[in-house]
T-cell receptor, first 113, second 113 residues
């Protein structure tokens, strides 16, 4: 059973515009959320994270929003650049004290020049 | 500093065989986690090792096992390979504190024929 879901397998955005990637989760015990970016033939790289005590975290062009009541988070990239084209994975962890992440299936972002 | 190194990059095995994958973490990282990535399933947690001890285990059969050495290097073993074990196996290291970001290697692509 997929506890973290990314329902959009792909997204295309024009360069300079905003990219919004969405993620839903089902486990109310999750309290820490992360986004990873993955280029072909490379491992995922950490992008940004948010704790459940916050509803927003910003790092440069990347902002993650968390809506706990809806069990939903989103990643905003503004402005989008061609180098942002990659697969983006949403991940979540619970308060088990262990380093075990639950990942979504990924969204492939294509930024069109 | 050097990133997470996984060897080999590619492997082809036949059903029934066994395979060992290797992972060298970032220097100073004591936690090593293993994930399986298959199309449509995202990344699924296999297990985590910290200071040579398995700290957490995902929902995989006992054919999947691992170990960690005193220098934090880790190996993952899959016995009695099945066609469904064909996947990208990713290793990630971290300092080991809860929610410390995972740093992934580029993975080992295993094909079982």
């Amino acid at each position: 059973d997929q506890q973290v879901k990314q329902n959009s397998p792909s997204l295309s955005v024009q360069e300079g515009r905003i990219s919004i990637l969405n993620c839903d989760y089902t486990n109310s015990m999750f309290d820490y959320f992360l986004w990873y970016k993955k280029y072909p033939a490379e491992g995922p790289t950490f992008l940004i994270s948010i704790s459940s005590i916050k509803d927003k975290n910003e790092d440069g062009r990347f902002t993650v929003f968390l809506n706990k009541s809806a069990k939903h988070l989103s990643l905003h990239i503004v402005p989008s650049q061609p180098g942002d084209s990659a697969v983006y994975f949403c991940a979540a962890s619970g308060n088990t004290g262990a380093n075990n992440l639950f990942f979504g299936t990924g969204t492939r972002l294509t930024v069109i020049p | 500093k050097a990133g997470v190194t996984q060897t080999p990059r590619y492997l082809i095995k036949t059903r029934g065989q066994q395979v060992t994958l290797s992972c060298s973490p970032i220097s100073g990282h004591r936690s090593v986690s293993w994930y399986q990535q298959t199309p449509g399933q995202g990344l699924q947690f296999l297990f985590e090792y910290f200071s040579e001890t398995q700290r957490n285990k995902g929902n995989f059969p006992g054919r999947f096992s691992g170990r960690q050495f005193s220098n934090s290097r880790s190996e993952m073993n899959v016995s009695t390979l099945e066609l469904g074990d064909s996947a990208l196996y990713l290793c990630a290291s971290s300092v080991g504190h809860r929610n410390s970001p995972l740093h992934f290697g580029n993975g080992t692509r295993l094909t079982v024929t």
